[in-house]
């Protein structure tokens, strides 16, 4: 786009994960932040050089720092407009839900569970997942939105995350975590959005002292810098 007199990007998630995926956006905007990559990983990024293999120096840019600052001088790149602020939409409620384990196999039963949760609403459930193939998909979603007989709808959250709506659904429960805040928010919004005329619940079922506890504390701290950004 060097040759391009004005450039627009248009997206719901100008930072998926951490502030080194705003970089891009603003070098094509060409925005004066982004003029120096060093610079912008060392300010913003808490960017550090390690040696890699070999001896290979290498930029770790997986970090965040100074964030105000930098949504200071981006302010005048992006014109932001989030959706609550033009959609006459219910709100969207999300809460974690904090479970204590006493030992390993009561975490195992608990999993178990989980992945019968389609066995459990015979007649009553539909799924949705990358073994499908895009008819079965859309028959999914086309059942779960307008036929009065199914009340479930179970979705990986990358098959289902994206591009389907699903505002038949008031509660959204995510049994599985990502460690990319945009994979969740993305995947709360099928319900959450133009058409939905409903209060929208999204729970967490956090496991004290497991692997899901870490995730989502990691994604509530991703969250927190994308949100100052």
Known sequence: VKDIKRVWLLTGTPVANRPIDFYNLLRVCRSYVSQDWIHFVKRYCEGKQFRGQGGRLVWDTKGASNLQELHQYTKDSILRRKKEDILDLPPKIVSPVYHQLQNATGYQEIMDEQQKLVDA??????????????????????????????????????????????????????NSLDWVPKSHSQAEDRAYRIGQDKKVNVYYPIFDKTIEEIIYKSLKSKQKNIDTI
Do not use: Y
């Open 121 to 174: 609403f015979p007649g009553k459930c539909v799924r949705h997942n990358g073994s499908m193939n895009l008819e079965q998909k859309e028959e999914s979603v086309e059942r779960f939105q307008n036929d009065p007989k199914i009340k479930v709808f179970i979705g990986n959250i990358i098959s289902a995350g994206v591009g389907i709506t699903l505002t038949s659904g008031e509660v959204v429960i995510m």
